[in-house]
């Protein structure tokens, strides 16, 4: 056995796995707004059948007290995916450690970089931009201001988009870095796309690389809004120095 | 009751007399300022409710119009009293009329302080007899119903919408839930005014609203009666309007209330000056009320590191203590908060929890002790994320917490969904039930490292007050003491709605509060 | 507010709750056979978008050092259910308690009720019988040994059904109490169906109330295996007793 | 080391003793005994594997004929040697020459017993190499790539097919895992023949038999290299065919193995005097391999109340390791049984656990103690069931246990599923690092509830063991003292496969084995 035991596994046709290959085992839990008894685990059943499982089991189920019952739910989920079909949109770019940004700023932009970050809105969750921009970074990893030749101007937390432009403007800012944390009813989406129609309207939405982070943040979503890069969850100061500095040049921004 | 940390109670006492002169600092200075807030807080009380057409609070429409006038440094209490005396109107009336424009009070003639004072006073006793009324109900229906056993399980609500709220909260309490806490939206903190009315829109949080207060309050007082237990309702006396919500509490009979002026300073960027000033009336309030105050110190664990800074939390504990005292707060309502937020990685990280939750347990003996769940390293993984919270419910059972605010398997990922809560609350009533006595069973070694650990943090702490009593503590909060985290004086948020008294200023209640039988 | 806080809730469109009416929330996990990273979680979002969940967001995975990567997913379910028009078939009785089941033989069968039971197959546990079956019970509940007039028989474990069907015979029972815990690879269901078989094979499977029992059994699929009933979690002596004078009687067999 | 419970050592060796004398007694019996499967154990250790036309395992073919020969008392190795003497064939060939029906051995002209004796040997001392042989080259992994910290994570893999369940113990592996037990298949111990080659087909299990054991050693040889971490390997020498599934785990480098007649008589209802009669054997060659068995003990706590009968547990883990040392087992490869099954409703159950946990550690010092996880309380919540689990690893940190049989949240659902086992992994890394010293930190109060515990459970186990000295261990069987459950000595399955031995039986192995270096 090598380090995969994928072998014999069809990749058009990916199914879950329990414990035997397509047996095609899920775990669920959901609570439904009907009372607790025979008649409720029942809609947990046909609930899960219209899900694609098959043999759905109510394995536990509890009365919450106000007509309301939990359940958690084991069935076969016979739907499958096309595992070979997928392509996720990346961040193309090599990632260069610190000293290997300083020396492409050196050689390659030959002035400072100017970066602004802000977290956005009313979003008061500093620790993301903070770990990307911060001197002491995060996980061992150094953040933006201690990048020779990066200046790096973290804006903090409860930034409105506007002030944030204001910013970005007076410092003549190659790229801004936006945080969005808190994501209930969607308020990411729309201070995200707030601040790209802003910049817009400003006239200088070509002028720098915009990029947006956040725990729920993907690449693809970030394009989809209108940014450069999106960054997710375990990203680090190189990952994002690399891409913008690159950005930079690839642009002829510099 | 000997120590089992064996902890030297001569640095124990060299760190609450630094904190006492901190605090002691401060107050010197809070005494010669009043708030845009504060004053707010005092038309509320004297029964100043309702909005104008553009759904400005009545309180707000008032002190604005004191402030614009120049009035705020002799305090609205002056100004209404002033007016009832002009006008022969009663506040609520004054403030309708000002609102619609019929009545600048800063117009009419004026009588002495001492006029104004008398003439309001009869309406301050109101005021405070119907919160004495709300404490006496609460003492009766502990007495009647009583109560669920400590460390108290404490869950929070916030689905935006009061009446899912109170779907939810309903569902808590049948699974064993002894406080239910409404979550705010996460902005209202930042808006000088407080929203009006029951409300179903928000983030992350519901409008904290006098209306929302009161079905909550009354859906809990329901579901208290009929699994016969009180349900204890909190909620946050912090960010700009930190004394009226603390005033709105006392009225609709709050239990507990988050109230740290430090929090607001470093996690919402308000100013420290405004902030402080208005952490000391909502005290009062709260004090006066009875209501157990929450501070926020767990907080600082999750932007410093919780091995690194332990100390800064015990530290913090002290000083807020202090401010309990100068505002006459009980011992046994001081709900100081701490946390279990190492990195779950640490060889050896429960000892630390543990240490250190006996410690504050130690230190602080009667106090009901708010101690709180993991957060920073709780992950996606709601597996792993139900046992650090087991684990943080065994230190609690063990250390003999007083309120455990409950820790969510789905803490990284969103507001806690009805399932979340109740796996939560099994969680905690299987720990707590089946590890009852461990505290009382279980000795520590001598200078292993569980004592090492709480004497370490300790001294640390005693150093740390120190040094704030040196510098004082609006330079330790500019230099980034806690949670790493730096504010100017002069900056954040709030800092023109604070003023300096003159010489006739006054304002009834925190004399009576103060001195009014508890 | 009442007992029950389904005022609002349409029933005939149920929908899960996470923590508002109709947002559909639901937590899956399972494991896909797909090496770690970007296109496995895309892989675990569309398998979640089949199953009719909107906005799946993949909020864990983890790599399982074996080319295989465990999920954690949550998504709005976009599916309903009418839960007015379930019906569960049950086991229609009264339940009696031990006295009332004694005094129910005193007056309507006026003989001892013969009872056998036993663990099937090769299933060795016997928990669930015993319960059932021996005087101490479970839960504070007596079981049938107990009982004034009831001669109940436990043969314990790995009874083979030709054994059990011999004894059945043997003893002239007037019911048979099988028991099924292994329900691995459907095992339970060959045991039960061979049972039947064996019983119609002698031509006595009218001659006996047959009963199943087991922690996966429900009365609906006993009856579906060609049980009089079955009986799963939670159930007690009297439920069982109450059902077999009751239908002794029902049936003319006393 | 003084003991943490106060245990009086008085009781420990006074309960020792009794068991002492108990084994002994039961030892008498035993060495009057032979069986079938005892017999095809020496058939397999000299070298006869394979199967017949119909898929029936040679050495049960060759020991039937003897069996039917009426030639059982004297034991296979004087029939095979005799066969090798007058036939000039090695052990396969005579088997195969049987099987093919050409060769009856039991209508051969016989020597002596000391001359079919001497003619094996070469034969015997050749297994025996063979054994030594892994022996040593686990002693070299142990040594080269080193092994994982105790208490050792447990899991098991049970899918029924070998093929899977290596995919599963190599993710377990690389997840954190020392040991892997492959689950038998449900009916395997009821079957009295070992069944022969790779298998794909098994029902909560897979089918114990030396291709499976040689593949899923080479797997795990494979990832502990990787890993850079030697994967223990177990399995079950229990059933009908005890004796000869150890020596296949000798033969194959097993490193651990369930090993209880107990368990058989009680939970299989196999024939008690059979069974006793082959673990003896199981029992010297697991000794000779450098094997840990497991004795089953937590099994009790499934069929008879955990709080209840917990003295059960210790008077039978006495009465094993008697039986171990009789067959030559080191101390340090007692893998004693006992279980965390306690009601988790009860209150203050987890101090009784923490109690008798620590209880076990202390009478039995030296034992790789295998601590089973909660079973019988584990329901569908998942979410329940994995802070059940989280309990029980606190438990096993704290008592310093050996083996730690991973619970799974699945565990009254089915057996476990890939993601089930990681999950559990997870648990029991997370805590018993972030817990590691808390044993040494930890002291208990003096007559306690913790302390009073352990002495009342050892003190009622002291008093079995006395009244099974006086009844004798058949007669305690018959009486139900165990797990509740009571045999007939005369019943269950498997007697007609035991006889007395004549005079002249031998059993080269045992002498050997008992005597060789180790
Ligand atoms: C710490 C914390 C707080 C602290 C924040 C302190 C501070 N100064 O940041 C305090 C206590 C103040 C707080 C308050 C609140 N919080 Co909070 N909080 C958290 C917590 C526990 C950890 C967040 C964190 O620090 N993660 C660690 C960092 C390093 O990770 P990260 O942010 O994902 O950042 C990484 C990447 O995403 C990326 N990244 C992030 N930003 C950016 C930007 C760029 C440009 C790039 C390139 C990369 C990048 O890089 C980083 C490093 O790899 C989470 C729960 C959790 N465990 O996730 C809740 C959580 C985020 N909080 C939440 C809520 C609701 C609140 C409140 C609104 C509650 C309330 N109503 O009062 C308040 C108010 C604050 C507000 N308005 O924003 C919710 C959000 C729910 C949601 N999905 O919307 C969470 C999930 C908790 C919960 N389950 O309810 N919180
Ligand atoms: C105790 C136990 C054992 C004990 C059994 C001792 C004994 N004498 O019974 C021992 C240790 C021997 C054992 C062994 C094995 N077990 Co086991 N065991 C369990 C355990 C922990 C509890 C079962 C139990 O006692 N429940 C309590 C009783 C009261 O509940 P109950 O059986 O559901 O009965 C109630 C109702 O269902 C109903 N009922 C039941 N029967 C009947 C019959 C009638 C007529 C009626 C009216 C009602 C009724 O009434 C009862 C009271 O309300 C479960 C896990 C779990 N927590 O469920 C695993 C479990 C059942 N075992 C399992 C397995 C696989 C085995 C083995 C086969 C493993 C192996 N390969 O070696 C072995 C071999 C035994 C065998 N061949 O059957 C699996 C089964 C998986 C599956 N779904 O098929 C489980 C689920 C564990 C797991 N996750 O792997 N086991
Ligand atoms: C002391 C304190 N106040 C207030 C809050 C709530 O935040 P906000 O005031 O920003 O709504 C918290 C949050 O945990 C807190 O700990
Ligand atoms: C000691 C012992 N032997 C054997 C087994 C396995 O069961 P079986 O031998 O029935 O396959 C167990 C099960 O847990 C056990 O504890």
Redesign the interface.
């Known amino acids: ?1 090598g ?4 072998a014999k ?1 069809d ?1 058009t046709k ?8 397509n047996d095609g ?11 607790y008894g ?2 409720a ?3 947990a059943v ?2 899960a059948k ?4 098959d043999e759905p ?4 189920s ?1 009365d ?5 019952t ?1 359940f ?1 739910v ?1 069935g076969k ?1 016979q ?1 499958t ?1 096309d ?1 070979t079909s ?1 392509k ?1 949109p ?1 961040i193309e770019v090599d990632v260069m450690d610190r000293l290997e940004c300083e020396k492409f700023i050196e050689e390659n932009i030959k002035r400072d970089v100017v970066i602004v970050g802000a977290c956005t809105g ?3 969750h ?2 993301g931009i ?1 770990a990307i921009i911060n001197m002491k970074g995060f996980d061992g990893h150094f953040g933006l201001e201690r990048y020779k030749g990066i200046e790096a101007i973290n804006m ?3 930034v409105s988009n506007e002030t944030l432009v204001a910013k970005a403007i007076e410092v003549n800012a190659d790229a801004i870095l936006v945080s969005q944390i ?1 994501t ?2 969607d ?1 990411h989406i729309k201070n995200l796309t707030e601040l790209v129609e802003l910049l817009e309207a400003e006239g200088i939405r070509d002028k720098v690389i915009l990029v947006c982070g956040g ?2 943040i993907s690449h693809e979503l970030a394009q989809e809004l209108g940014y450069d890069a999106g960054f997710g969850p375990r990203s680090y100061a190189e990952n994002v120095a690399s891409y913008v500095l690159t950005e930079l040049v690839k642009r002829k921004l510099v | 009751m000997k120590s089992k940390l064996n902890l030297d109670p001569k640095i124990i006492d060299s760190a609450r007399s630094s904190a006492a002169r901190i605090a002691q600092d401060m107050q010197k200075f809070i005494d010669r300022h009043t708030t845009v807030s504060t004053e707010r807080t005092v038309l509320r009380l004297l029964g100043i409710d309702g909005v104008d057409d553009f759904d400005f609070p009545l309180p707000n429409v008032v002190v604005d119009a004191i402030k614009d006038g120049g009035g705020l440094p002799r305090g609205a209490a002056y100004w209404i009293g002033n007016a009832m005396i002009q006008t022969g109107l009663s506040p609520q009336e004054i403030a309708e009329r000002v609102a619609a424009g019929e009545l600048d009070i800063m117009k009419l003639p004026t009588v002495s302080a001492k006029e104004a004072e008398e003439k309001i006073m009869p309406e301050v006793k109101k005021s405070l007899e119907l919160i004495k009324a709300q404490t006496e109900k609460r003492n009766n229906y502990l007495e009647t119903i009583g109560e669920g056993k400590q460390p108290y399980l404490y869950v929070i609500v916030a689905t935006g919408n009061v009446y899912e709220d109170i779907i939810q909260a309903q569902a808590a309490a049948r699974q064993g839930a002894d406080v239910i806490a409404v979550i705010r939206t996460t902005a209202q903190s930042l808006l000088d005014y407080v929203p009006y009315g029951a409300t179903t829109e928000g983030f992350g949080g519901t409008y904290a609203t006098q209306e929302n207060f009161r079905l909550m309050r009354r859906a809990l007082d329901e579901v208290g009666e009929e699994v016969g237990r009180y349900i204890r309702l909190c909620n946050y006396s912090s960010g700009m309007c930190m004394p009226e919500i603390a005033a709105m509490g006392a009225v609709e009979r709050l239990d507990m209330m988050l109230n740290d002026a430090l929090y607001g300073i470093l996690f919402r960027d308000i100013n420290m000056q405004r902030t402080l000033v208005d952490q000391y009336f909502s005290r009062v309030i709260i004090g006066y009320a009875d209501i157990i105050f929450n501070s926020g110190e767990d907080n600082y664990l999750t932007t410093a590191d919780a091995y690194e800074e332990a100390h800064t939390v015990v530290a913090s504990q002290f000083i807020n203590e202090q401010f309990a005292v100068l505002a006459n707060i009980k011992e046994e309502r001081m709900g100081l908060g701490h946390a279990f937020e190492m990195d779950p990685n640490l060889e050896n990280g429960f000892l630390y929890e543990l240490a250190q939750a006996i410690m504050a347990r130690e230190i602080f003996p009667k106090a009901p002790l708010k101690y709180m769940p993991p957060t920073k390293y709780m992950t996606g993984n709601i597996f792993k994320g139900h046992i650090q919270d087991a684990l943080f419910n065994v230190v609690s059972i063990w250390s003999e917490q007083s309120i455990q605010l409950l820790g969510m398997m789905t803490e990284a990922i969103h507001t806690p969904h009805m399932q979340d809560r109740i796996y939560a609350l099994e969680n905690a009533s299987y720990i707590f039930n089946n590890m009852r006595d461990l505290g009382e069973e279980v000795e520590f070694k001598k200078d292993g490292i569980i004592q090492k650990r709480a004497q370490t943090v300790l001294k640390d702490a005693e150093e740390l007050l120190k040094e704030i009593e040196k510098d004082g503590l609006f330079h330790t909060l500019e230099n980034g003491k806690f949670g790493g985290v730096k504010r100017p004086r002069d900056g954040g948020k709030g800092l023109e709605g604070v003023c300096v008294k003159d010489e006739q200023y006054f304002n009834p209640f925190i004399p009576l509060m103060l001195g009014g039988e508890k």
Chains 1, 3 share one sequence.
Not at chain 1, 14 to 21: F, Q, R, S, W
Not at chain 1, 50 to 53: A, S
Not at chain 1, 64 to 68: K, V
């Open positions: 056995m380090k995969t035991a994928t596994v990749l990916v199914k879950p796995y329990g414990d035997t290959l085992m899920v775990q669920l839990s959901f609570t439904l707004p009907v009372p025979d008649e685990s029942e809609a046909i609930l219209k899900m694609g499982l089991s109510v394995v536990y509890k919450l007290g106000i007509g309301y939990n958690i084991y989920c739907h995916v595992y997928i996720v990346k009313t979003d008061a500093t620790v903070d903090g937390s409860q808190v209930q009813k308020i725990p729920r």
